[in-house]
Nanobody
Framework: QVQVVESGGGSVQAGGSLRLSCTVSGSISSIEAMLWYRQAPGKQRELVAL???????NYADSVKGRFTVSRANAKNTVDLQMNSLKPEDTAAYYCNAVGVRSATQRGDYWGQGTQVTVSS
C-alpha cells in the first residue's frame, strides 16, 4: 500500500525559514514526479513546486527565488526548503506523488497535509 507523508510544518515569523519533507512509502518501482500544493482558507489549492524523476523543477511565480524543491538522500523523499517566508505563504501544504508505479498498478497519491503559519 502506497502512503504519502508530509512533515516539517509549523509556525514562523515573516522572513523565517521552514523545511518540509515528503516521503512516499510502499512497494514502489518508480515515481514520475512529486508536487507540492498549498491551500489557504477560502482559497483554491494551488501548485507551489514540482520535481520530476529527471530532476526538472518548476515553481509558482509567487515562490520563485524563495522556495527550493529537491530530492533528499532518503529514498522516495523530496524536500521543500522555504526561505523569506511571508504571511501570504500561510496555508496547508500537500504533497502529491504522480505516476507512482508498483508491481501491479500505477496511480497518483496525496498526503494528509502539513500546516505552515507565517506571522507578521
Amino acid at each position: 500500500q502506497v502512503q504519502v507523508v508530509e512533515s516539517g510544518g509549523g509556525s514562523v515569523q515573516a522572513g523565517g525559514s521552514l523545511r518540509l519533507s515528503c516521503t512516499v512509502s510502499g512497494s514502489i518501482s518508480s515515481i514520475e514526479a512529486m508536487l507540492w500544493y498549498r491551500q489557504a482558507p477560502g482559497k483554491q489549492r494551488e501548485l507551489v513546486a514540482l520535481i520530476s524523476n529527471t530532476g526538472r523543477t518548476n515553481y509558482a511565480d509567487s515562490v520563485k527565488g524563495r522556495f527550493t524543491v529537491s530530492r533528499a538522500n532518503a529514498k522516495n523523499t523530496v524536500d521543500l526548503q522555504m526561505n523569506s517566508l511571508k504571511p501570504e505563504d500561510t496555508a496547508a501544504y500537500y504533497c502529491n506523488a504522480v505516476g507512482v508505479r508498483s508491481a501491479t498498478q500505477r496511480g497518483d497519491y496525496w498526503g494528509q497535509g502539513t500546516q505552515v503559519t507565517v506571522s507578521s
